[in-house]
């Protein structure tokens, strides 16, 4: 009895970490033909969603983030698995790079804490050429 009230007690803190991950990034495609793609989400004060994309070597990558209300409400950083484009919080809302390698980019979009303005819609626009 007291084995099973033992593996049953694992495997529910085993649950509990799985359930308790952070959601995957959501990925950014382009429709067919085209070379930039917008997507949006609402987050309150020092809440952050995570976007994924590719790019090849080579291309230029630009990011403007935008918010509903008006403002500068909103900042991001990019990080790429395995190369140096990992940046800090930028207070600026646009940022644009050479992808030094072919493959995933996450995107972080953090909303800044405000007194005046606790929840926001965002507007991340990703341009690829």
Same mark, same amino acid.
């Given at each position: 009895?007291?084995?099973?009230? %033992?593996?049953? /007690?694992? =495997? =529910? =803190?085993?649950? %509990? ?5 952070? &959601? !995957? $990034?959501?990925?950014? /495609?382009?429709?067919?033909?085209? +070379?930039?793609?917008? @997507?949006?989400?609402? =987050?309150? #004060? ?22 509903? $209300?008006?403002? #500068? ?17 930028? /207070? ?5 790079? +050479?992808? $030094?390698?072919?493959?995933?980019? %996450? ?7 405000? !007194?005046? @303005?606790?929840? &926001?819609?965002?507007? %991340?626009?990703? !341009?690829? #050429?």
């Amino acid at each position: 009895m007291k084995k099973l009230a %033992l593996s049953i /007690s694992v =495997l =529910l =803190l085993a649950g %509990l970490g799985v359930f308790g991950q952070k &959601a !995957e $990034p959501k990925r950014i /495609s382009f429709e067919r033909g085209k +070379t930039s793609a917008t @997507v949006t989400g609402t =987050l309150s #004060n020092d809440q952050e969603m995570d976007f994924v994309f590719g790019a090849k070597a080579g291309q230029t990558v630009k990011l403007k983030v935008t918010s509903q $209300p008006k403002g #500068n409400l909103f900042d991001f950083r990019i990080a790429g698995d395995g190369f140096e484009v990992e940046t800090d919080y930028d /207070s600026y809302s646009e940022y644009s790079f +050479t992808a $030094p390698a072919t493959g995933d980019y %996450l995107v972080f979009v953090r909303k800044r804490s405000t !007194e005046s @303005v606790r929840r &926001a819609k965002f507007f %991340l626009r990703l !341009e690829i #050429n």
